[in-house]
């Protein structure tokens, strides 16, 4: 029908006393404009009508998928394929009369909607990786990386696809090219391979979630994973810097996840001081009495003296010497109330590991080490608890005759200068 008008058109204008030539490449202009500026109405139509049919049955639907699928324009891709199949099936018939432009058109067309289509896949993938992670058992997993596989997958099979329908060769003809270079294609997707199979062990054995907080001295990396690629984690630092791992760096090196501490809902305090050698003493009668007045160390006090009194008298040890028998010193009940004050302390979990305890000596002198668990994990409100439980410390040490080691400064070696002055 369509060759029918175009001749009578063309013999219009030969009427005219136009030349053939011109009268049809006049009427094959019209006939493109035409189907063009149709195909323009018919998108108009189809995306007027579709979109706002799909938009009025998204609002009354209880479903959110399909508030996704307008959201991710899914719907609006699907309203441009009936101009764009009207257009492409009308051209190869108005230039069915010259075979290079009509096979040209045939080509184009199938090119093109086999892009058309990928675009349309990949908008279906991204909605429907936001409905996945909507569900509790997805939040934390890396499905990113999963479906960056899928649109990798779809793009290599579409895109060979492409290739065949441009070359006119057979799909199985490039595949079995793609065979062939295997080598080249392994180093090429190197890290898109390394990275799907580090995802998979990850996600398997639950080593790494978004919302971890994660260390990896190797890249810097100190804080909260944000994303999970198929080639690439992205860690938001402290400093509110980004990171980016290769997802693959997981698997072959070492980090550290606090997912156990936040779990726990306690967080490890672990910190020494370290007190001076030299101010080390067996206790003096005088100095017990002075520590029976601190409440939480009384008890402690009369206990331990009655239990080395009847070991002396058991042992009939000479106590005019010093170094006979058994003695309290102060070192040992600075410990002890170190250990009975974080024992009584409120932000102290007492459930788990609570301890203080002497570490082999140094040049530093005696470190003297703090254990527990604070129970308030969020940052600012942990380093307050440390710093008060440390502040306390260094002030209460003078009152068992105990001195702080710290290397000597200038105000040091001033007031010894000042002390050998006659």
Known sequence: MIGEYRRQWINYFEELGMQDFLAESLVVMIMVIITVMLGFIIDRITREVLLGLFERIAAKSKTDWDDLLIEKKVFSALAHLAPILFIFRLLPVIFEEYPAWHDGFITISRLFLTIFSMVIIFRILDAAKVIVRRFE??????????????????GIILGVLALSILAN???????????????????VFRDTILGFIASIQLSANDMIRVGDWVQMEKYGADG????????????????????????????????????GMEETGARRIARSI????????????????????????KGYVEGKEGEIKEYNEQQKVDTSHLSNG????????????????????PKIDQNLTLLVRQLPPDEHG???????????????????????????TLAVIPQFDLEIFQTPSGSDVRDFAERLKP
């Open 137 to 154: 058992n997805f939040k934390d997993k890396p499905i990113d990386s999963f479906f960056q596989l899928a649109k990798i997958i779809i």
């Open 169 to 187: 060769k057979s799909v199985g003809y490039f595949f079995g090219a793609f065979g062939a270079m295997t080598a080249v294609t392994m180093l």
């Open 224 to 259: 909260d994973v944000i994303q999970i690629n198929l080639t690439t984690v992205k860690v938001q630092n402290w400093d509110k810097t980004i990171t980016t791992v290769p997802t693959y760096s997981f698997i072959s090196d070492s980090f550290k996840n606090w997912r």
């Open 274 to 297: 370290h007190i001076n050698q030299h101010s080390v003493k067996f206790c003096t009668p005088e100095m017990l009495e002075r520590f029976k007045k601190i409440h939480i160390l």
């Open 326 to 345: 058994r003695r309290m010193t102060n070192l040992g009940t600075f410990r002890a109330y170190l250990l009975r004050y974080l024992q009584n302390h």
């Open 366 to 392: 005696i470190p003297i080490q703090i254990y527990c668990f604070c129970k308030d994990i969020a940052w600012v409100n942990y380093e307050e608890v440390q710093s008060d439980i440390f502040d306390h």
